[in-house]
Structures are given as structure tokens and as C-alpha cells.
């Protein structure tokens, strides 16, 4: 039987918008680098495929009500990479604001230095925060971004498969995805080896999947060379209640201010005046096609509210301040059933797992779940190789050729 993936995503300290302020957590932890080095340890002995940082190349304004990812992914992963020998390495670095021909170098020779361990997310970097940073009036369009996203890659993909010396031991890094909306899905059935995904529904989440691959498969690709990885947020108790008990209380801690910014930036629209006992006007939403920023968390979001109609306050905290990514709570054996079911539906080949708190939520998941899943033979008890493509399963696909014309601008 094919076991499934997991990574772990060692976001700050936590998915959820109060992590930080959690009983027993370090709210600055994640500004020191021991933070994710402990974590990438962890996740090493319970033999995960990777771990995995987001990032953006901004400044975030809310870190007034929440602490934030200050450390670049590839410094970090370099000292996890010296204090690892296993686990892969999977950083988030933008299309949309770096060159490419330097990319390739950097992100090149880190993978030749951790033994052929890293991914590349590429992200196509939405929001008007990051382009103010590189002293822009406005972000670029979504189309334009992804246009550029596509021949980004190629270019950097074409100067790995050309390098001479410091090849890695995985022939070059494992590209990353994530984006669901059609520019995305287009992006990642064009160069995506491991798409990330957000999905709160199994039958959507298997049709995405499908597309993907049925995508890949139309641009010359082996439709099994593309591993589809949803996000979940776990949050993990001894019993139901107590895991109920913890999910209340981070629901209790999340500052409101914070979810209420990062919900009006996510939709693009202002809830100023809007009490928490009102639902969203359906008249400020746009359709998801439509919107400018991340269409992908658009979509997740907008499903929620159409379906459910709930208030502002309860969606902020189904939502729990995150992006909207799928959040299970439970017993170890409860979260293990639910990974399961996914898995042998065809809706997932694993999971991003974007623990509740960290340390504590994912030490949880790591000395309780991933026994359990090992119990049904659904993961790995060692690992087999030693580079990331061989933890994933994938081969090295041919580099296609690209035009060799000048890049096209992000604005």
C-alpha cells in the first residue's frame, strides 16, 4: 500500500490567530532560530517527509496582534539542514519579487548542501503590503502574476538542469504549489510536483485533485508525479472534551481585531460597522474569479459563508484567524480516522499539518497521531532514502524549454 505524506507547516507559534497566547507558549519563540530547529527535529523522529516555512517578503502591519514569521526561509532551513539528516526542506520564496536567475542559485546550492532536501513553494505574493514594500503604488493583477509565476519557474527550473557542478543528490529541488483558482490550478498542472491545497469539503477536495492531475497529464506530465497535500489544522486532546475544551479556549484567546483585519484583507472589503452578531452582506462579496487577492482563500471562505450564512462572529471564529484551511479536533484516533477517510477517498495524498500551538500542538500530533497512523499502515516507520524526492515518491521530470525573452515585469 502507498502510505500517505505528511509535513509539518512551523508557522510562528501556530495556525490559529491566538497561539501566541496560549497557557505555557513562548509568544516570541518563533524570533529564534532553536524555535524551528527543535520542531524540524521532531518532525525528523517521527519521520516525516518535511517541514515546511511559509513566508512573504513584506513587513505585516498585524504584528501589532499577533507574532510573525521574521526569519527568512532559506536562513532557517540552512541551520535545520545542519542539524538534520533526513527530513525534507520546503521554503516559500515569491515569484512575483525576486530574480530568477539568483533564485535558482541560492535555492541550487542549498539543495546541493542538505543532500538533496528542498522544495521550492513558489507564491505569486498578493496583497498591497508587499508591493509597498518594494516601493510599488499597487499589486499586480492575478493573471499577471501567474503569468510571470509560469515563466519564472521554467527559468529557474532550466538553471538547476543546467548546472555542472554542485549537483544535488536529488538532481534538482521538488517544486511546490499552491493556488485554486484557475490560474493557479493551470500553474500547478504545468510545474507543480506537490500542490498545496485549501479544502473544507472531501468531494471537492477529490474533483481537485483529479483536475490536477488530469491537467498535468494534458501538458505531457505523468499524472502520478503530482502529490496533492491539503492543509489541516489539528487541534489534539487525551479525550473529546478536552480536545473540545482546547479548541474553546483558543477561540477565547484570538485577538478580534486581528481576525477582523485578516478577514477584510482576505476578501477585500472593509467590516467596519459590522457587529459580530451580523452576517456578511452577501451584496460586498464579488465572485471568487473576481477577487484580486489569494482567489484560493476567497473561494474557501465564501463557500462558508453562502452555505452556512453564519454571523461575523462565529465565522471569525470557524476561522479561528486563520486563512481558512480545514481544522479537525478530537482524540489522536478520531484525527487518524478522519486523515484516513481523506486518503483512501482519493482526496488527498497527505497533508500540510498547520498544528493549533506550537511546540505543544504538534508534539501532540507527532506522539499520538502519527503512532496511530502507523498502527493502520498508513505511514512510514522509517525512512527509505534520503532526498526529498525519494521520501515523496517522484522522479525527475524533464526541464521544458522556455522562450528566451525578457521576463515579464510584476507591475
Known amino acids: 500500500m502507498t502510505h500517505l505524506h505528511l509535513n509539518v507547516n512551523i508557522l510562528n507559534a501556530g495556525v490559529f490567530g491566538g497561539s501566541w497566547r496560549f497557557p505555557g507558549t513562548d509568544g516570541t519563540a518563533s524570533y ?22 511559509a513566508d512573504g517578503p513584506s513587513l505585516d502591519p498585524q504584528i501589532r496582534h499577533r507574532t510573525a514569521n521574521n526569519l527568512e526561509p532559506t536562513t532557517v532551513l540552512a541551520r535545520i539542514a545542519a542539524h538534520t539528516e533526513r527530513i525534507g526542506l520546503i521554503g516559500t520564496l515569491s515569484s512575483s519579487y525576486n530574480d530568477p536567475a539568483e ?10 548542501v542538505s543532500g538533496g532536501r528542498f522544495g521550492w513553494n513558489v507564491v505569486t505574493t498578493a496583497g498591497a503590503v508587499a508591493a ?9 493583477g492575478h493573471a499577471l502574476r501567474y503569468r510571470r509565476a509560469a515563466e519564472f519557474t521554467e527559468r529557474v527550473v532550466a538553471a538547476w538542469a543546467g548546472r555542472t557542478a554542485l549537483v544535488s543528490p536529488q538532481g ?15 500553474l500547478a498542472a504545468r510545474v507543480g510536483e506537490v500542490i498545496f491545497s485549501a479544502d473544507q469539503d472531501l468531494d471537492h477536495a477529490r474533483a481537485f485533485r483529479a483536475g490536477i492531475r488530469d491537467g498535468a497529464a494534458a501538458f505531457g506530465r505523468r499524472p502520478e508525479d503530482v502529490v496533492v497535500l491539503p492543509g489541516l489544522s489539528t487541534v489534539v486532546g487525551g479525550t473529546e472534551a478536552e480536545a473540545r475544551a482546547r479548541r474553546e479556549l483558543l477561540d477565547e484567546i484570538l485577538p478580534g481585531e486581528y481576525a ?17 452578531d451580523e452576517p456578511i452582506p452577501a451584496g460586498l462579496l464579488v465572485d471568487p474569479d473576481e477577487a484580486g487577492g489569494s482567489q484560493t482563500f476567497y473561494r474557501v471562505v465564501k463557500t462558508i459563508i453562502d452555505r452556512e450564512r453564519p454571523t ?31 486518503f483512501r477517498a482519493g482526496a ?22 502519527v503512532p496511530e497512523l ?38
Open 32 to 53: 529564534t532560530i532553536e524555535h524551528y530547529v527543535s520542531i524540524a527535529k521532531k518532525a525528523e523522529a517521527a519521520k516525516l517527509d518535511a517541514v515546511f516555512l
Open 103 to 112: 533564485l535558482a542559485r541560492r535555492l541550487g546550492d542549498l539543495d546541493h
Open 132 to 140: 509597498r514594500n518594494f516601493g510599488r503604488a499597487g499589486e499586480p
Open 172 to 186: 534538482r529541488p521538488v517544486v511546490v504549489q499552491a493556488g485554486g483558482s484557475g490560474d493557479g490550478r493551470r
Open 260 to 276: 477582523r483585519n485578516r478577514l477584510a484583507a482576505q476578501l477585500g472589503v472593509s467590516l467596519d460597522g459590522l457587529s459580530d
Open 312 to 342: 461575523l462572529g462565529r465565522l471569525l471564529k470557524k476561522l479561528s484567524g486563520g486563512g481558512g484551511h480545514r481544522i479537525v479536533v478530537g482524540t489522536p484516533e478520531q484525527i487518524a480516522d478522519d486523515i484516513e477517510r481523506w
Open 348 to 369: 488527498a495524498d497527505g497533508f500540510n499539518v498547520m498544528p493549533d500551538v506550537l511546540p505543544s500542538g504538534f508534539d501532540d500530533f507527532a506522539d499520538h497521531v
Open 374 to 411: 502507523r498502527r493502520r499502515g498508513l505511514f512510514r516507520t522509517d525512512y527509505e532514502g534520503t532526498t526529498l524526492r525519494g521520501h515523496l515518491g517522484l522522479g525527475l521530470p524533464a526541464a521544458g524549454p522556455y522562450e528566451r525573452r525578457p521576463l515579464e515585469a510584476a507591475l
